[in-house]
């Protein structure tokens, strides 16, 4: 079975915190791994991507992955408002199959 | 570059019906896959097609369907509808590469919001 679970949330961080987003994978042969931001009647976008282990920086985001542990974070430094969304963790299999977690809702109050 | 077309955006269908949704990718990409998505759920995946067949499938019943063709262009159908079918249906392109390149990243159409009444 490949399931990809994150918290529902929400998540809710004052303006200017690090919002930390978390997400476990079931398929030890997962390849790649994805961060997807949806806001509210909108498409999902990707934000960053991660194959390695280790930290990936992209300007205010830092993914995080760890195979060993089947876990794959998203931190988001200096949060702002315009950040509230839903942040969906996709993983991709060995079979170009992709799967997404249901998402964590995150609040960024001014 | 367009970007992902997915016709109609809106559509309003009684149970028992059909209704066939279309997705026009990125030019170029090759790959096309099509998701659910409910409140709460998430993106339920349904199934991808590369080169006109279907490389991978989710966990749907049978009365869900597509196909692809030779353009890329790519349909989903869904066959004796259900209250619980109403959903929004997302329709993702993406380019072919290595794992590590960035290239199978997925890029999204505006949906089409389907009611079943």
């Known amino acids: 079975q490949k399931e990809v679970e994150q918290n529902s949330g929400p998540l809710s961080v004052p303006e200017g915190a690090i919002a930390s987003l978390n997400c476990t994978y079931s398929?030890?042969?997962?390849?790649?791994f994805f961060w997807y931001r949806q806001y509210s009647g909108k498409s999902p976008e990707l934000i960053m991507f991660?194959?390695?282990?280790g930290d990936k920086e992209d300007g205010r985001f830092t993914a995080q992955l760890n195979k060993a542990s089947q876990y794959v974070s998203l931190l988001i430094r200096d949060s702002q408002p315009s950040d509230s969304a839903t942040y969906l963790c996709?993983?991709?299999?060995?079979?170009?199959?992709?799967?997404f977690g249901a998402g964590t809702r995150l609040t960024v109050k001014p | 570059k367009a970007g992902v077309t997915q016709t109609p955006r809106y559509l309003i269908k009684t149970r028992g019906q059909q209704v066939t949704l279309s997705c026009s990718p990125i030019?170029?990409?090759?790959?096309v896959s099509w998701y659910q998505q409910t409140p709460g759920q998430g993106l339920q995946f349904l199934f991808e097609?590369?080169?006109?067949?279907?490389?991978n499938k989710g966990n749907f019943p049978g009365r869900f369907s597509g196909r692809q063709f030779s353009n890329s262009r790519s349909e989903m159908n869904v066959s004796t509808l259900e209250l619980g079918d109403s959903a929004l249906y997302l329709c993702?392109?993406?380019?072919?590469?290595?794992?590590?390149?960035?290239?199978?990243?997925?890029?999204f159409g505006s949906g089409t919001q389907l009611s079943v009444l």
């Open positions: 097609y590369f080169s006109e067949t279907q490389r």
């Open positions: 030019s170029g990409h090759r790959s």
């Open positions: 398929d030890r042969g997962s390849q790649s």
């Open positions: 996709a993983v991709k299999y060995n079979n170009n199959d992709m799967r």
């Open positions: 993702a392109s993406s380019g072919e590469g290595s794992a590590g390149t960035g290239s199978e990243k997925l890029f």
């Open positions: 991660i194959y390695s282990n």
